[in-house]
T-cell receptor, first 112, second 115 residues
Framework: AQTVTQSQPEMSVQEAETVTLSCTYDTSENNYYLFWYKQPPSRQMILVIR??????QNATENRFSVNFQKAAKSFSLKISDSQLGDTAMYFC?????????FGAGTRLAVHP | DTGVSQNPRHKITKRGQNVTFRCDPISEHNRLYWYRQTLGQGPEFLTY????????KSRLLSDRFSAERPKGSFSTLEIQRTEQGDSAMYLC?????????????FGDGTRLSIL
């Protein structure tokens, strides 16, 4: 069975600093996609970044980047130059058989 | 692109009543998904459609739940004889193609509260 684990229920960071959110997953599949979604207090889930498992290069999207370690089944999200608008729940997700399997989420608070 | 639209935003009902939620996906998206999210947890998959065909249903989807997507456009999720445990946020998402190569776009959700 596919599982996704986010071991940090809550994180906080000062504005302009860097923070890393952890995610591990378990699968026997070799080809898959991983995602980070952001859910601000307004509750709409927004895609932050995605990684294709067959690509060794880590994905980046502006201030957001991932550290994808396939052998370790680890998929962490780094947010650089944190902004107040980054305050949200962050969910790691694994795409499997046409659906997403989510972790429990990490609540990130960015403080001025 | 007007995004995924869900109605109503909030639904409060008494235990035992039936409720129906609606989801309008992004117009060109052929896949539509329903998830349930309880407080402090990540969304859990319920079911998904490709066009009008319901391709998979989670074991979380008891026989009190039914979802339809007539004509492959909007979808409805009905819960019959609601129970306290049905209180949750119900999220709809859509994508162009399979999730493994296309990201899912989510709506604002419908929050269901059972009295």
């Amino acid at each position: 069975a596919q599982t996704v684990t986010q071991s940090q229920p809550e994180m906080s960071v000062q504005e302009a600093e860097t923070v890393t959110l952890s995610c591990t997953y378990d699968t026997s599949e070799n080809n898959y996609y991983l995602f980070w979604y952001k859910q601000p207090p307004s509750r709409q889930m927004i895609l932050v970044i995605r990684q294709e498992a067959y690509k060794q290069q880590n994905a980046t999207e502006n201030r957001f980047s991932v550290n994808f370690q396939k052998a370790a089944k680890s998929f962490s999200l780094k947010i650089s130059d944190s902004q107040l608008g980054d305050t949200a729940m962050y969910f790691c997700a694994f795409a499997f058989e046409g659906k997403l399997i989510f972790g429990a989420g990490t609540r990130l608070a960015v403080h001025p | 692109d007007t995004g995924v639209s869900q109605n109503p935003r909030h639904k409060i009902t008494k235990r035992g009543q039936n409720v129906t939620f609606r989801c309008d996906p992004i117009s060109e998206h052929n896949r539509l998904y329903w998830y349930r999210q309880t407080l402090g947890q990540g969304p859990e998959f319920l079911t998904y459609f490709q066009n009008e065909a319901q391709l998979e249903k989670s074991r979380l989807l008891s026989d009190r739940f039914s979802a339809e997507r007539p004509k492959g456009s909007f979808s409805t999720l009905e819960i019959q004889r609601t129970e306290q445990g049905d209180s949750a946020m119900y999220l709809c998402a859509s994508s162009l193609g399979a999730a493994f190569n296309q990201p899912q776009h989510f709506g604002d959700g419908t929050r269901l509260s059972i009295l």
